[in-house]
Each structure stands twice: as C-alpha cells, then as structure tokens.
C-alpha cells in the first residue's frame, strides 16, 4: 500500500505507541533532541515548515519557541491527530495535506527553516524532496532533517562467536524496502526507501545546499536512567529499550544539517 493509505491504517494506534514530547524538537526515538543539538538556532519570529510533520509534536514545540510553524504530511488521519493535539494545547500553527515532493502550496522563499524528522526515508525520490526544500527556502535558510541510518535498514541482528552483532547484508541494495507495522491487529505494509549516506549528501549538493554538519547521534543511556529522567526524553518509545545494545553501538540516526546559500545562482 501506498505511504499515505499506510501511515492513515496505524495513525492512530502509531500515537497510542510512542510518548513524543511537546517540549523539544525530536529527532528520532531515544535520540538527543534539539535542546542537546542545538541545530535550529533561536527560532523566534522565524517562518519554519516541516515535512512530513505526522502527529504534528515538532510543529507545535516549535510555536511554542515562537515560531510561525507550519506542518505538512501525507496522511490526513496524522494531520488529524496533529490539528487535535494543537487545539488541545492552544498552540497556532498551520498544518497542510500534502507530499514533500511537491509542495505547490507554499511560493518560493517562503521559509527560514525547513526541518524534518524520520519522514523523509518515505519520500520515493529525494530529489524532488531536496530541490522542493531548496525553493521553499529563503537564501541562508537552514534545512535539518534526520532519517533512519543507512546501516540500520539495511541490518538485521546476528550471532557471531557468540556475540550479538549486527550485520549489514548490503549496503548498496537500494531496492525500496517493504516496512511491516504491527500494532495488535493493526497491521500495514508499506514501502521505506534506502539510500547510502553518499546519496543523502550527493542530493543535497546536487539541490544547491551547502552540507554544514552529519551527526550520528548515540542514544541516552536508557539503561541507567530511572523513570523519571526517561519521561524527559524527547521522543520515547519502548522498542528503541529492547535495541538498546545494538543502538548504543550502531548508530539508528543520521542527522543532517544543510544551507541555502546567500549567494546562489538559482532563480529562488
Ligand atoms: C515516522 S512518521 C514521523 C512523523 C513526525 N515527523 C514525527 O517525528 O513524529 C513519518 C511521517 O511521514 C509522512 N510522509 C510519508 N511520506 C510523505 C510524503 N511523501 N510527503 C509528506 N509526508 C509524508 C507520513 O504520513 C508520516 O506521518
């Protein structure tokens, strides 16, 4: 099924699952968010978007930092969850149905930021995502975004002298990947799409960004942190517990932070 139908299938039961704070920007579960990385700068007065914003938590933390926020996604059951959560908490943003591809909606140099947390790995063609980003921008806008490490999806954990490993089967398999969601009885099949860290960055430079950082985050120590310290984390979720010694040695998170140069031959 297509990424729309899919994420409209697990919506809901996707955001009984996850525990996603509204007090800073996430990026990734059991990740280090954006008060730790400090990628985003003061977003005061800023016009910031996000892509493939779902339940819509980064978009709202983000009004609340006094941000004009603004989220778009795909799925309408997500933005449903997103526009509930923003009525909930009294918080003006502006959420809009659409695909990262081609966000016709928005004129050109429309934001100052551009952010986006584990969606983009969705997008069948980054760059109509990257050149889209690029043209939403205004000159010198950041655009950060993270997706699920290259090393991850293409993974699985094995044994090996009788250490738990994990093994890349081929990292250069860029067939689109088909990602199972079960929750209970909901269950949704639809396509992730795996590309190297070459292709990220060759993407980026190929739209016109200027790649200013790479991060590979590594998790909080889950296993030392009591109930308390885990209910601060900024995207929370239980699965993230269960990897945790696969995820404290390979990294589940690839960070990337890029910017439209003031000076550019582009038209935008
Ligand atoms: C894993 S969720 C992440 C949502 C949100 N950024 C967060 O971190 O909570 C991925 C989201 O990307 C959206 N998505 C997938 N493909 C998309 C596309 N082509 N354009 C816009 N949104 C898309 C899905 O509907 C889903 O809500």
């Not at 729309?4 to 509204?22: F, M, T």
């Not at 190929?206 to 790649?211: D, L, M, N």
Request: aromatic share 12%; glycine share 8%.
């Amino acid at each position: 099924m297509s990424a729309r139908d899919g994420w409209n299938l697990i919506s809901k039961a996707y955001q009984n699952n996850i525990r996603v704070s509204l007090e800073d920007v996430h990026y990734g579960p059991a990740s280090p968010g954006e008060r730790e990385m400090k990628l985003l700068g003061n977003v005061e007065g800023k016009d910031v978007l996000e892509i493939g914003c779902g339940g819509g938590h980064n978009t709202i933390v983000l009004a609340k930092w006094g941000a004009r926020s603004t989220g778009l996604d795909i799925s309408e059951e997500q933005l449903k969850h997103a526009e509930r959560l923003a009525h909930e908490h009294k918080v003006a943003v502006q959420f809009h149905l659409g695909n990262m591809e081609q966000m016709e909606m928005f004129p050109d140099a429309n934001f100052d930021i551009v952010l986006s947390s584990c969606a983009i790995g969705y997008s069948e063609n980054i760059e109509r995502t990257f050149h889209e980003a690029f043209r939403v921008l205004r000159r010198g806008g950041a655009f950060v975004f993270c997706v699920v490490h290259p090393f991850r999806n293409r993974g699985r954990a094995i044994r090996y002298s009788g250490r738990k490993l994990w093994g890349i089967g081929n990292y250069f398999d860029r067939r689109r990947r088909t990602w199972i969601w079960r929750f209970g009885d909901v269950v949704a099949k639809f396509y992730g799409y795996h590309r190297t860290m070459q292709d990220y960055f060759n993407a980026l430079t190929s739209a016109g960004f200027v790649v200013e950082g790479l991060f590979e985050p590594e998790p909080y120590p889950l296993k030392k942190m009591t109930a308390e310290e885990k209910r601060m984390i900024p995207y929370y979720w239980e699965g993230a517990e269960k990897e945790y010694e696969i995820r404290k040695r390979v990294p589940f998170i690839l960070l990337f932070k890029a910017r439209k140069p003031l000076a550019c031959n582009s038209a935008v």
